[in-house]
C-alpha cells in the first residue's frame, strides 16, 4: 500500500529555475528515497536519505528529512528541459527493500 | 548495480487472455519485485519472489490471478491471467542487490487490454 503523499501533485516551471517537491509519509522509517520516472517508463534512484541524516546533496539535488514532521522535500535547482519527468520518493519501512512509493509529482520544465 | 531486461515492453491483450512479462538481470539477485502502476498512479507492490521459495502477495493480489514463476537467481515472470480492461497498467519489474538499499526497475510493460 501507498505510505507517501507529495505535493504538488503537478508543477511547470521555465528552465533555470528550482524545483521544489514534497513528500509527506505516515510510519517510521529506516531511510527514504527519490526516484524519477520518465514517461511511464522505468524509475531510476536518485538519492537516499537515512533516518539519521537531515540534508543530503547529490550535484543539483538537495534532499532534506524532517523525521518529527514525517516529511521530504527534493530540490532541483537551475531546472533544465530535460529534468520534465515523474519524481516518486519511497520509503524503507521494514527493511529488505520493503518500499512503499508515494503518488508522484509531474515536473514539466519548459525551455 | 543491476541491468534489467524486461519484456514485452508493451502489448494489448483481449479480454479474457493471459501474458506473461519476462524479467531478465544480469547478476544474480535475492529478491525480486513485482509493481504495478495504474494510469496516473504510483507504484503498488503486488509480490516479492524469492528464488526457492513461494511468491509473498500483497493484499488484494492473489496468486491466481498473478502467478509468478522465480526459477533462479537471475530470472522471473509474472503472469497476468483472464485479462479485463481494469488491468491495463504498466507492470515493473525491480530488484534489491542487497548491497545496497535501493531498487532497480526493468523499463516496464505497457499492457492495454481490450
Known amino acids: 500500500s501507498q505510505q507517501g503523499e507529495e505535493d504538488p501533485q503537478a508543477l511547470s516551471i521555465q528552465e533555470g529555475e528550482n524545483a521544489t517537491m514534497n513528500c509527506s509519509y505516515k510510519?517510521?522509517?529506516?531511510?527514504l528515497q527519490w526516484y524519477r520516472q520518465n514517461s511511464g517508463r522505468g524509475l531510476v534512484h536518485l538519492i537516499l536519505i537515512r533516518s539519521n541524516e537531515r540534508e543530503k546533496h547529490s550535484g543539483r539535488l538537495r534532499v532534506t528529512l524532517d523525521t518529527s514532521k514525517k516529511s521530504s522535500s527534493l530540490l532541483i535547482t537551475a531546472s533544465r528541459a530535460a529534468d520534465t519527468a515523474s519524481y516518486f520518493c519511497?520509503?524503507?519501512?521494514?527493511?529488505?527493500?520493503?518500499?512503499?512509493f508515494g503518488a508522484g509529482t509531474r515536473l514539466t520544465v519548459k525551455p | 548495480s543491476a541491468v534489467i531486461s524486461q519484456k514485452p515492453s508493451r502489448d494489448i491483450c483481449q479480454r479474457g487472455t493471459s501474458l506473461t512479462i519476462q524479467c531478465q538481470v544480469d547478476?544474480?539477485?535475492?529478491?525480486m519485485f513485482w509493481y504495478r502502476q495504474q494510469p496516473g498512479q504510483s507504484l503498488t507492490l503486488i509480490a516479492t519472489?524469492?528464488?526457492?521459495?513461494?511468491?509473498?502477495?500483497e493484499s488484494g493480489f492473489v496468486i491466481d490471478k498473478f502467478p509468478i514463476s522465480r526459477p533462479n537467481l537471475t530470472f522471473s515472470t509474472l503472469t497476468v491471467s483472464n485479462m479485463s480492461p481494469e488491468d491495463s497498467s504498466i507492470y515493473l519489474c525491480?530488484?534489491?542487490?542487497?548491497?545496497?538499499?535501493?531498487?532497480?526497475f526493468g523499463s516496464g510493460t505497457q499492457l492495454s487490454v481490450l
Open positions: 519511497a520509503t524503507d519501512v521494514g527493511g529488505g527493500h520493503d518500499m512503499r
Open positions: 547478476s544474480q539477485v535475492t529478491m
Open positions: 519472489a524469492n528464488q526457492g521459495s513461494e511468491a509473498t502477495y
Open positions: 510510519t517510521s522509517i529506516n531511510n
Open positions: 525491480s530488484v534489491g542487490t542487497g548491497r545496497d538499499e535501493k531498487l532497480f
